[in-house]
């Protein structure tokens, strides 16, 4: 007799090997997006012009840097969660499926990180 | 367990080509570009904490004719995503789902995604900047 709950034993099976949790996140951050993209586009819409000196004086507003370090990570995230399940569609083999979703990985951690830093380097002035 | 081969979902020959599906692939489409969008994002973010020099060469990139057929695709793709996107939670919510909501809510997000890029670019292109 096994001592394993009957869900213990059926969690991760079927073919997506997983419960909502990526299909939930997604539609969490597409509302959390829908706010921060609208600042985002609206306030560089609302700005006299597009110059350096401008733009980095509207970047370093505390309250800009914190909602532009929120809309690069949630943005990341959301178009993370989209293009994995792009992958998972139409790479087919398992060995460049696992290679692709680990680069696709890697490369949203690295944009993220890259955005996130220049936001703070905008806001910290240096 | 044996491999067996189980029934699949039929594929996309099978379906005559409406606008559910168009906008479901649209929203797909739209979504890859704004990850590509994403990337030049960070990019304009990195040159603006870079210096002057390095913001004035991408500007002058996205100043650029091939530039602004980016921008202004990147534009039509979040606004079509955003209007698709809340037309689909509206789904999750399990609203809308009538045949004709369906196709007034998309026709809806399509135009509007189209006539807002229209109204924007037209907007921008008479400001002169």
Request: charged residues 10%; glycine residues 10%.
């Amino acid at each position: 007799m096994s001592l394993r709950s009957p869900m213990g034993r059926v969690l991760g099976l079927g073919s997506a090997k997983e419960g909502t949790a990526h299909w939930w996140g997604q539609r969490v951050s597409a509302v959390a997006l829908i706010p921060l993209t609208l600042w985002f586009a609206i306030s560089l819409f609302m700005l006299p012009a597009l110059d350096y000196g401008t733009v980095r004086a509207w970047l370093s507003v505390p309250l800009s840097s914190l909602f532009a370090v929120l809309l690069v990570a949630v943005l990341t995230y959301h178009s993370y969660l989209g293009t994995t399940v792009v992958i998972e569609d139409y790479v087919h083999s398992a060995g460049s499926k696992l290679l692709s979703l680990m680069l696709l990985r890697f490369l949203y951690v690295v944009v993220a990180g890259a955005g996130i830093l220049a936001i703070l380097r905008v806001a910290f002035g240096s | 367990m044996p491999a067996r081969d189980r029934p699949t979902s039929p594929h996309l020959q099978i379906y005559r080509w409406q606008i559910g599906n168009s906008l479901s692939i649209l929203h797909r489409l739209t979504g890859i570009a704004l990850a590509f969008g994403l990337l030049a994002l960070c990019f304009w973010l990195m040159a603006l904490a870079g210096g002057e020099g390095p913001y004035a060469l991408v500007a002058r990139a996205f100043a650029s004719p091939l530039g602004r057929i980016g921008l202004s695709g990147w534009t039509f793709a979040f606004l079509f995503h955003l209007l698709n996107g809340v037309r689909h939670l509206f789904w999750d919510a399990g609203m809308g789902f009538e045949r004709t909501q369906r196709h007034t809510s998309g026709w809806f997000a399509a135009l509007g995604a189209l006539g807002l890029t229209l109204c924007i670019w037209v907007f921008i292109w008479r400001s002169g900047s």
